[in-house]
């Protein structure tokens, strides 16, 4: 089984917006990630996942760019996951909208987030995001 999903990197200032996912044991840092519904397109979904899932509004215009597509298998099934990068204007204070999922949104200093962030995949994700805002 195949689905598509959408990652936001959102930047403001010298700041990402972060959850922090719970996991059986402990939590992790990670972007906001869900699936692009049918019918939607990548802009769409990464618009309505973010704020379903942070409650902080991107638009188009806040949008740098999207990134390479990349793959997650996991058992039977393969998510291909379309990242995009969002760049705001005002810092919106983040809402934590499923309880059951996330413990934690927030702003945290891109140079901690290098530090703390466990997935490598999702490091490489902001360096190439820094690079487009340079």
């Known amino acids: 089984m195949e689905i598509k999903l959408v990652q936001i990197i959102t930047i403001f200032e010298k700041e990402i917006l972060v959850i922090e996912e719970k996991t059986i044991n402990k939590t992790r840092i ?37 990134l390479e597509e990349y793959s997650l298998s996991q058992t039977d099934i393969i998510a291909k996951v379309k990242p995009l990068v969002f760049c705001l204007h005002d810092k919106q204070k983040p809402e934590i909208m499923d309880k059951d999922k996330i413990a934690k949104i927030y702003y945290m200093k891109i140079s901690h987030f290098k530090e703390k ?16 805002l340079k």
């Open 30 to 66: 990670s972007f906001p990630i869900g699936e692009i519904k049918l019918g939607e397109n990548n802009l769409q979904s990464a618009i309505r996942v973010c704020y379903e899932t942070t409650g902080v509004i991107v638009t188009q215009k806040d949008l740098v760019r999207e």
């Open 117 to 132: 962030c466990e997935i490598e995949n999702e490091k490489k994700l902001l360096e190439q995001s820094l690079n487009y």
